[in-house]
């Protein structure tokens, strides 16, 4: 039996699919994502406290015009909240002592 994914992939998850789709209801985000609109709810909260997305009337978007590509810096400095809240979750998980290495990777 698989796992629901953490929130931490949720939330990059929902980042992705607005990417794709720049507007989107609550409904089928939660289709998307195989999540219950309960759990969604409150990750969107989350992420519309960050100032990533805007929800209104049951739709969601964006903030700020993601569709353009942006510059390494830009970028870097756009989701640097989002990164922040997935950094936290993490290094809850890691164990005392362990090893672990970091790509250059900007995400």
Do not use: C, W
Not at 8 to 32: C, G, K, M
Not at 47 to 70: A, K, P
Request: aromatic letters at 6%; hydrophobic letters at 35%.
């Amino acid at each position: 039996m698989s796992q629901k994914p953490a929130k931490f992939e949720r939330l990059n998850d929902i980042i992705r699919i607005l990417r794709e789709t720049p507007q989107i209801s609550v409904a089928e985000l939660s289709r998307q994502m195989f999540t219950s609109k309960s759990t969604l709810r409150r990750d969107l909260i989350e992420l519309e406290n960050t100032n990533i997305i805007q929800r209104q009337y049951g739709m969601i978007q964006l903030l700020q015009g993601n569709n353009i590509e942006f510059t390494y810096e830009k970028r870097r400095n756009e989701n640097a909240r989002l990164k922040r809240i997935i950094s936290h979750q993490i290094a809850d998980k890691i164990p005392s002592n362990a090893a672990f290495s970091l790509t250059g990777s900007s995400t």
